[in-house]
């Protein structure tokens, strides 16, 4: 039902910067999801990066806490991910997420991925 495609990842040095874009279609009511980002690094569990309520509160894993940034623009139907001071350890496919409870249900959608590299 709901598409979710993202862009703006790559290779980049330490200290570099990246912005990941999140582009949701297939719905008329994107401002109701609640937006999120994860990561996984190879050999690793999936975890959270970031989240953004539909009210805009937002709630950051600790790893990233003061480095990134993520906002989300409705009338787009569109969600980002500033990354500064990029380590490392950041180096992960970086992945999309929609949550909304409608009623009875609970909708729950993934992107595809974007590779995000970091290193020397």
């Known amino acids: 039902q709901v598409q979710l495609v993202e862009s703006g990842g790559g290779s980049v040095q330490p200290g570099g910067s990246l912005r990941l874009s999140c582009v949701a279609s297939g719905t008329r009511s994107f401002e109701l999801y609640a937006m999120g980002w994860y990561r996984q690094a190879p050999g690793k569990q999936r975890e959270l990066v970031a989240l953004i309520t539909s009210g805009g509160s937002t709630n950051y894993g600790d790893s990233v806490k003061g480095r990134f940034t993520i906002s989300r623009d409705n009338a787009k139907k569109s969600m980002y991910l500033q990354m500064i001071s990029l380590k490392p350890e950041d180096t992960a496919v970086y992945y999309c997420?929609?949550?909304?409870?409608?009623?009875?249900?609970?909708?729950?959608?993934w992107g595809q991925g974007t590779q995000v590299i970091v290193s020397s």
């Open positions: 997420n929609a949550r909304r409870s409608a009623g009875l249900y609970d909708y729950d959608y």
